[in-house]
């Protein structure tokens, strides 16, 4: 039987939350009502009645679905599905980078891209605010305020939209152009600050509390991380319900690794993955590298970053609030924490696009100068296979003009063309 195309927007399914939890306490908190941080301040984890699920769900139903986030509704928060909102999440497809590996003597097939650009406002930050703002819209409420360098923004603006919520966003002064303006094109008032995410986020914080707004920044409240969480559901089943020898992931707030890690242990808690799990690697910017610093030393929670500069704004975090579930991940993965320059970063998009025709972002780009650092240091092995992620679509950054100009009115020397 096949499921018309909607079918996981509109048919009502069995919902599992029992409860939240302190990511860092453990400590319990009601489900059902809305919630910032936890008592202690630190980011909740929602909590599934995990049984459940499964006597609930099968992989053979998955399957069934129509493809796309919703698809995994047993495993997400939203009870009631009038509150689901969507501008389309469709899976996003793995990509062969087989002409990249090659010159790093990878086999075919070893280097993997998980091409997070397919997504509505193009950055796989729809994942985390459809389901924030589907949750804000089913716990009340109207107005909502975040922090962003761009792409959490523009897609907090879309889905706002869409729920009739209002949407309040402040960015960095130097966030890329294009997300500013998309932003305030679907409907949000957005305001350019002189200063980092964190100094916006001390805004936001003012706003919530002189106007009443819901803070949507990263971590801050609990539901962005249960879409990003489906970026570990849907990888598990494109490969056959195992997972990559080692992931890459350009870490700024850290949202995707935390999501991706809980997915996983979600999906040996149901016996749907066995006991392998990739080597988590977070990847960062050497002018912004907090977690790096944390890893090397050996410490739970990473200190501010001063100064933070790259040309990598989606992971220009200088301090992120999730800190010690990122390095808890990267650490129980076996997996490690690597910055990358910029320019080995800018180098990595080039040779993407020209070898083989995948336009990364900056980000992105960002996880294939690691790989191949970690290729080259033999820390990624012969015969292993890496997935990287691009985050957002190479569409949304500057790209360098390489045209040249013709003058049809005058003769044309066709074998300098
Ligand atoms: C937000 C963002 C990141 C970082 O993602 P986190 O899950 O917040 O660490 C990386 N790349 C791009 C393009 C982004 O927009």
């Given at each position: 039987?096949?499921?018309?195309s909607n079918?996981?927007?509109?048919?009502?399914?069995p919902?599992?939350?029992?409860?939240?939890?302190?990511?860092?306490?453990?400590e319990?908190?009601?489900?059902?009502?809305?919630?910032?941080?936890?008592?202690?301040?630190?980011p909740?984890?929602?909590r599934?009645?995990?049984p459940?699920?499964?006597?609930?769900?099968?992989?053979?139903?998955?399957?069934?679905?129509?493809?796309?986030?919703?698809?995994?509704?047993?495993?997400?928060?939203?009870?009631?599905?009038?509150?689901?909102?969507?501008?389309?999440?469709?899976?996003?497809?793995?990509v062969t980078?087989?002409?990249?590996?090659?010159?790093?003597?990878?086999?075919?097939?070893?280097l993997?891209?998980?091409d997070?650009?397919r997504?509505?406002?193009?950055s796989?930050?729809?994942?985390?605010?459809?389901?924030?703002?589907?949750?804000?819209?089913?716990?009340?409420?109207?107005?909502?305020?975040?922090?962003?360098?761009?792409n959490?923004?523009?897609?907090?603006?879309?889905?706002?939209a869409?729920?009739g919520?209002?949407?309040i966003?402040?960015?960095?002064?130097?966030?890329p152009?294009?997300?500013?303006?998309?932003?305030?094109?679907q409907?949000?008032?957005v305001?350019?600050?002189?200063?980092l995410?964190?100094?916006?986020?001390k805004?936001?914080?003012?706003?919530?509390?002189?106007?009443?707004?819901?803070?949507?920044s990263?971590?801050?409240?609990?539901?962005?991380?249960?879409?990003?969480?489906?970026?570990?559901?849907?990888?598990?089943?494109q490969?056959?319900?195992?997972?990559?020898?080692?992931?890459?992931y350009?870490?700024?707030?850290?949202?995707?690794l935390?999501?991706?890690?809980?997915?996983?242990?979600e999906?040996?808690?149901?016996g749907?993955i066995?006991?392998?799990?990739?080597?988590?690697?977070?990847?960062?910017?050497?002018?912004c590298?907090?977690?790096?610093?944390?890893w090397?030393?050996?410490?739970?929670?990473?200190?501010?970053?001063e100064?933070a500069?790259?040309i990598?704004?989606?992971?220009?975090?200088?301090?992120?609030?999730?800190?010690?579930?990122?390095?808890?991940?990267?650490?129980?993965?076996?997996?490690?924490?690597?910055?990358?320059s910029?320019?080995?970063?800018a180098?990595?998009?080039?040779?993407?696009?020209t070898?083989?025709?995948?336009?990364?972002?900056?980000?992105?780009?960002?996880?294939?100068?690691?790989w191949?650092?970690?290729?080259?240091?033999?820390?990624?092995?012969?015969?292993?296979?890496?997935l990287?992620?691009?985050?957002?679509?190479?569409?949304?950054?500057?790209?360098?003009?390489r045209?040249?100009?013709?003058?049809?009115?005058?003769?044309?020397?066709?074998?300098?063309?």
């Amino acid at each position: 039987m096949t499921l018309p195309s909607n079918a996981n927007l509109v048919t009502d399914r069995p919902t599992f939350v029992t409860h939240l939890e302190c990511g860092l306490t453990g400590e319990r908190h009601e489900a059902d009502r809305l919630h910032g941080l936890s008592a202690a301040g630190r980011p909740l984890l929602v909590r599934y009645d995990l049984p459940g699920v499964g006597a609930a769900l099968s992989k053979a139903e998955i399957a069934a679905r129509p493809r796309d986030l919703w698809r995994w509704r047993e495993l997400l928060p939203v009870r009631d599905t009038a509150n689901i909102i969507s501008l389309g999440e469709i899976d996003t497809p793995v990509v062969t980078l087989d002409q990249i590996g090659r010159t790093a003597g990878a086999g075919p097939g070893e280097l993997l891209v998980k091409d997070e650009g397919r997504l509505p406002t193009g950055s796989f930050k729809a994942r985390g605010l459809v389901m924030a703002i589907s949750m804000a819209k089913e716990l009340g409420v109207t107005a909502i305020a975040m922090p962003t360098n761009g792409n959490a923004g523009a897609a907090a603006a879309a889905y706002a939209a869409q729920a009739g919520m209002e949407a309040i966003i402040f960015c960095p002064d130097d966030t890329p152009e294009i997300n500013v303006r998309e932003i305030a094109a679907q409907g949000a008032r957005v305001y350019r600050v002189n200063g980092l995410i964190d100094d916006c986020g001390k805004l936001v914080r003012e706003g919530c509390a002189a106007r009443g707004w819901f803070d949507l920044s990263t971590l801050k409240e609990p539901y962005r991380i249960e879409g990003k969480k489906t970026m570990g559901l849907e990888l598990a089943e494109q490969f056959g319900w195992a997972l990559p020898d080692v992931i890459f992931y350009p870490t700024g707030g850290g949202t995707g690794l935390i999501g991706m890690w809980k997915a996983f242990a979600e999906l040996q808690a149901l016996g749907w993955i066995g006991a392998k799990l990739p080597r988590m690697v977070a990847v960062q910017a050497e002018g912004c590298a907090p977690m790096v610093r944390a890893w090397e030393n050996g410490e739970r929670h990473a200190a501010r970053w001063e100064d933070a500069h790259t040309i990598a704004a989606g992971i220009r975090v200088p301090q992120a609030v999730g800190d010690f579930l990122i390095l808890d991940a990267v650490r129980e993965s076996n997996g490690r924490a690597m910055a990358v320059s910029d320019a080995a970063l800018a180098l990595a998009v080039d040779d993407a696009a020209t070898s083989d025709g995948l336009l990364l972002c900056p980000e992105g780009g960002a996880t294939l100068a690691a790989w191949r650092q970690a290729r080259a240091e033999g820390w990624v092995k012969d015969g292993e296979t890496s997935l990287l992620f691009n985050c957002a679509t190479g569409l949304k950054y500057p790209l360098p003009d390489r045209s040249k100009t013709l003058d049809r009115h005058q003769p044309i020397d066709w074998t300098a063309i």
